[in-house]
């Protein structure tokens, strides 16, 4: 089956300097790899012409489909239908609808209609308009070279409704690939480098089958993705079944999805006690509708005192092992699951850093849960900065709630 590939063009200067990134790529990209189009390429490219041309120029030299996002404003710096113009030998013809829908825009607002706005009206010859619901600039939907160009506006909502109304049913009709199915699997508390060398072992290339895998703080998403339905899931059991303890669910869900799940549909409760992650966990867990049914409520003992006071936490362990200690979390765990009168107990205590404490580094954590009957403490020793190390601590937490009580 012949591929069908498309590049994005992400137009703007202000997506190249630190405070601004190209998002709308990842909405395009979905919404084409839905539809059974591969994006082989992404280019970001300043407000500069020359730029630009040698972008698109590039784009349609190897890729079948280009869309790009942003330059068709009214201002002198909006000039990607004059480039693509250019270079596909398309002059500029004035659409006297759009100006005169342009008007009555303006008008209904109670604002006069400025003269470079005319400039939103032009449309390369034999470029389809493509209707802008939410707002002015329409894009334009043309053909070049025998490829498919799609120019779309930067502003994200403006771009959403141009892909979902108009451009991908364009593309459908035109090309009109099957639906490639794909599958997103998730693991926990496992290296990306370790999955990437066990999956290499299996034949996905011969089998039709593109894998991908994407690793966060918080968890490691590995995608297939193919046009053959049953082999896409058959893969995916063979991938699972290499790390069966890791994997807790499918599609774009956290561990704290996977375990509030469970606690519901087992019927249990859980309480936190939090130090160094700072209410984070009931963070995670209270941001998922329905939380309510599982989570009771939870306790940021932040200072020793906060421990002690509240959490019954004896000041002799602290003393003896430290606010970080295994004997701490144990105590946390344990207590705040009797004071909430829950089914389980979270406790966490450790150095989230940049400097050690109690003479200890950054990065030093110790988890406990509980259960009325058994209690399990871990340590971890976690690399990063302050909101990375808080971040893997959360997951880790989760982790070993669903691995030693929720299977």
């Given at each position: 089956m012949?591929?069908?590939?498309?590049?994005?063009i992400?137009?703007?200067s202000?997506?190249l300097?630190?405070?601004?990134?190209?998002?709308n790529s990842l909405?395009?990209?979905?919404?084409?790899?839905?539809i059974g189009?591969?994006v082989g390429f992404?280019t970001?490219?300043?407000?500069?012409r020359q730029s630009?041309e040698n972008?698109?120029k590039?784009a349609?030299?190897?890729?079948d489909?280009v869309?790009s996002?942003?330059?068709?404003?009214?201002?002198?710096?909006d000039?990607t239908?004059?480039v693509v113009g250019e270079?596909c030998n398309?002059?500029l013809?004035?659409?006297k609808?759009?100006?005169?829908n342009?008007?009555?825009r303006?008008?209904?607002r109670?604002?006069?209609?400025?003269?470079?706005?005319?400039?939103m009206?032009?449309i390369p010859?034999?470029?389809k308009?493509?209707?802008?619901?939410?707002?002015?600039a329409?894009?334009?939907f043309?053909?070049?070279?025998?490829k498919?160009?799609?120019?779309?506006?930067g502003?994200?909502?403006?771009?959403r409704?141009?892909i979902d109304?108009f451009v991908?049913n364009?593309?459908?009709?035109?090309?009109?690939?099957?639906?490639?199915f794909?599958?997103?699997?998730?693991?926990?508390?496992?290296?990306?480098?370790?999955?990437?060398?066990?999956?290499?072992?299996?034949?996905?290339?011969?089998?039709?089958?593109q894998y991908a895998?994407?690793?966060?703080?918080r968890?490691v998403q590995v995608?297939?993705?193919?046009?053959?339905?049953?082999?896409?899931?058959?893969?995916s059991n063979?991938?699972?079944s290499?790390?069966?303890?890791?994997?807790?669910?499918y599609?774009?869900?956290?561990?704290?999805?996977?375990?509030?799940?469970k606690?519901?549909?087992?019927?249990?409760t859980?309480?936190?006690?939090?130090?160094?992650?700072g209410?984070?966990l009931?963070?995670?867990i209270?941001?998922?509708?329905?939380?309510?049914?599982a989570?009771?409520?939870?306790?940021?003992s932040?200072?020793?005192?906060?421990?002690i006071?509240?959490?019954?936490?004896p000041?002799?362990?602290?003393e003896?092992?430290?606010a970080?200690?295994p004997q701490?979390a144990?105590?946390?765990a344990?207590?705040?699951r009797?004071?909430?009168?829950?089914d389980?107990?979270?406790?966490i205590?450790?150095?989230?850093g940049?400097?050690?404490s109690?003479?200890?580094?950054?990065?030093?954590?110790f988890?406990?849960v509980?259960?009325?009957?058994?209690t399990?403490?871990?340590k971890y020793?976690?690399?990063?900065?302050r909101?990375?190390i808080r971040q893997?601590t959360?997951?880790?937490?989760?982790?070993?709630l669903?691995?030693?009580?929720?299977?």
């Amino acid at each position: 089956m012949k591929r069908v590939v498309a590049e994005l063009i992400a137009i703007g200067s202000e997506l190249l300097g630190p405070s601004k990134i190209d998002t709308n790529s990842l909405y395009i990209t979905e919404k084409l790899n839905s539809i059974g189009i591969e994006v082989g390429f992404k280019t970001v490219v300043g407000d500069e012409r020359q730029s630009l041309e040698n972008a698109f120029k590039t784009a349609i030299s190897r890729a079948d489909i280009v869309i790009s996002t942003g330059g068709l404003g009214p201002t002198e710096d909006d000039f990607t239908k004059e480039v693509v113009g250019e270079l596909c030998n398309l002059e500029l013809k004035l659409d006297k609808n759009i100006l005169e829908n342009l008007k009555e825009r303006f008008k209904k607002r109670g604002i006069s209609f400025p003269e470079n706005s005319v400039k939103m009206a032009y449309i390369p010859e034999g470029g389809k308009p493509i209707p802008n619901g939410p707002g002015a600039a329409p894009g334009v939907f043309l053909e070049c070279n025998k490829k498919t160009i799609a120019l779309l506006p930067g502003v994200p909502r403006e771009m959403r409704y141009m892909i979902d109304n108009f451009v991908i049913n364009e593309l459908e009709k035109k090309y009109k690939l099957p639906e490639k199915f794909t599958i997103s699997i998730n693991f926990a508390s496992i290296p990306e480098a370790i999955i990437d060398n066990t999956l290499k072992e299996l034949p996905f290339e011969e089998n039709d089958i593109q894998y991908a895998i994407l690793a966060s703080l918080r968890k490691v998403q590995v995608n297939l993705s193919g046009f053959d339905r049953k082999r896409v899931e058959e893969f995916s059991n063979k991938v699972i079944s290499k790390f069966p303890e890791a994997f807790f669910g499918y599609g774009n869900i956290f561990l704290e999805n996977a375990v509030l799940d469970k606690l519901i549909e087992k019927g249990k409760t859980v309480a936190f006690a939090e130090s160094c992650t700072g209410g984070w966990l009931g963070k995670l867990i209270t941001d998922i509708p329905g939380s309510s049914k599982a989570f009771l409520g939870g306790v940021v003992s932040y200072s020793n005192d906060a421990k002690i006071e509240i959490l019954k936490v004896p000041s002799e362990t602290i003393e003896r092992f430290g606010a970080v200690s295994p004997q701490t979390a144990f105590f946390m765990a344990n207590n705040v699951r009797k004071l909430f009168k829950s089914d389980f107990g979270v406790g966490i205590t450790g150095v989230a850093g940049p400097s050690q404490s109690e003479k200890k580094p950054a990065g030093l954590v110790f988890v406990s849960v509980c259960s009325k009957d058994k209690t399990v403490v871990k340590k971890y020793n976690l690399r990063g900065d302050r909101d990375m190390i808080r971040q893997q601590t959360t997951s880790r937490a989760f982790d070993l709630l669903r691995r030693e009580f929720l299977k």
